[in-house]
Each structure stands twice: as C-alpha cells, then as structure tokens.
C-alpha cells in the first residue's frame, strides 16, 4: 500500500466538496461546539456521553444550530445561483420554516410539557396520581439564540461564498 487515498467516485466527490453542503455542516458543527463550549463553562456536563451528547446531537441553547445550518443554506445558494433563482427562493420558505419552528411551535410545546411534569409530579406528591413519569422538555430557543445562530450561518456561508 502506497500511503494515498483511493479515488472517490466523480459523484460522490462533487457531493462531499459542495460548497453549499459544506457551509452547511461547518455551520451546524461550529454551532454544536459554541453551545458545547458553553455547557462546560457553566460546569453542564458532567460526563464523556454528555459530551459527546453535546456535540452532536442536542438540540435548544446558544446558538441555535438549526438557525446557523438554514441560514448558511440560504446564503451559499444565493451566492451561487442568484436570489432571483428558484431554488434560493425554495431555500429561503425552508429558512421561515425552521426559524418559525425554532422559537415558536418548539418554545411552545416546550413550555406545555415543563407545566405538565409540575403540575405531574405535584399530583404525584400529593398521591392524587399514583406515578407520573417526567415527559422530556425540548424548550426550543429564544430569540436570541435563534439570531446568533443566524449571525452565524450567514457569516459561515459569506466565508464558503465568497473563498471557493
């Protein structure tokens, strides 16, 4: 074996160093790592799975993700196909989508379930409920994290824009 890289498929090589795919997980991966950093500083995790946990998969805290990968999205396509392009266009209803997801229906529902496990455990403790199992509180993000994450992916998608 000579030490190189075996050669990838034509197509597949042109998916893995698409401009606007890459903006896109560079963005969601800075993200996960500045709200990862962040639940170290303020001593939230406690172990390796937390950790890892962290940074890969949870979801709600500063910056939002989500907010920083569609907004990076829309950014790359508008650079390279124009915002008069159908697929900008289809990128930027995707983009109302998950922001409007982002700190609306998910905040809601979030807020919902906390009052239900209070309301849950304080039946449970005053045995007028037999048991209750906490149901998970997914409380999406604020406005503020949502804009971070925004800030973020455009200027992560400005920086595959504008250095391919």
């Not at 390796?48 to 949870?58: H, Q, R, S, Y």
């Not at 906490?134 to 604020?142: A, D, P, R, S």
Request: aromatic letters at 10%.
């Amino acid at each position: 074996m000579d030490g190189t890289l075996p050669e990838l498929p034509e197509q597949l090589r042109a998916i893995l160093l698409n401009p606007v795919g890459l903006a896109c997980v560079f963005s969601w991966l800075i993200a996960q790592f500045i709200k990862t950093s962040i639940s170290l500083i303020y001593g939230r995790i406690h172990s390796l799975t937390d950790l890892f946990e962290n940074l890969i998969w949870k979801t709600g805290g500063m910056p939002s993700s989500h907010s920083a990968l569609v907004t990076s999205l829309c950014v790359t396509i508008g650079f390279r196909n124009g915002i008069g392009s159908d697929i900008f266009i289809l990128s930027l209803v995707f983009f109302f989508v998950v922001i409007r997801d982002a700190f609306g229906v998910r905040r809601s529902t979030g807020i919902q379930a906390k009052k239900i496990n209070e309301i849950g455990c304080e039946l449970s403790r005053k045995n007028l409920l037999t048991s209750y199992k906490v149901i998970k509180e997914v409380l999406g993000h604020t406005p503020t994290e949502v804009i971070c994450g925004c800030v973020l992916g455009f200027f992560v998608g400005l920086a595959f824009s504008l250095l391919q």
